[in-house]
Nanobody, 126 residues
């Protein structure tokens, strides 16, 4: 049974930093592209970033480029999202997800991810 458990969310002032973790069980993250999505109140869930299972290449949505960093620790079977220079518009529930297809390209669509965590709230105050 695949489980993805996010942690590290919280309240931070604009300009601050937060680090999220996604611990995986029932799944070896080194074999799958892992991604982060977010959903703000009243909005659809959107892609944030992903890291490729084979070459660790990454992709980011434009609004977080230069501020967010995705990484993975295959020994700890954990994916991380370091968020710096946070803005109020980054406020959302952040979800970790796994692309179970092992496709070669980085997946960015919700329907390309087959396993999801329960989410962790990130609130950025102005």
């Amino acid at each position: 049974q695949v489980q993805l458990v996010e942690s590290g969310g919280g309240l931070v002032q604009a300009g601050g930093s937060l680090g999220l973790s996604c611990a995986a069980s029932g799944l070896t993250i080194s074999r799958y592209t892992m991604g982060w999505f977010r959903q703000a109140p009243g909005k659809e869930r959107e892609f944030v970033t992903a890291i490729n299972w084979s070459d660790r290449s990454t992709i980011y949505t434009d609004s977080v480029k230069g501020r967010f960093t995705i990484s993975r620790d295959n020994i700890k079977n954990t994916v991380y999202l370091q968020m710096d220079s946070l803005k109020p518009e980054d406020t959302a529930v952040y979800y970790c997800a796994a692309d179970l297809s092992r496709r070669s390209r980085l997946a960015t669509r919700l329907d390309e991810y087959g396993a999801w965590g329960q989410g962790t709230q990130v609130t950025v105050s102005s």
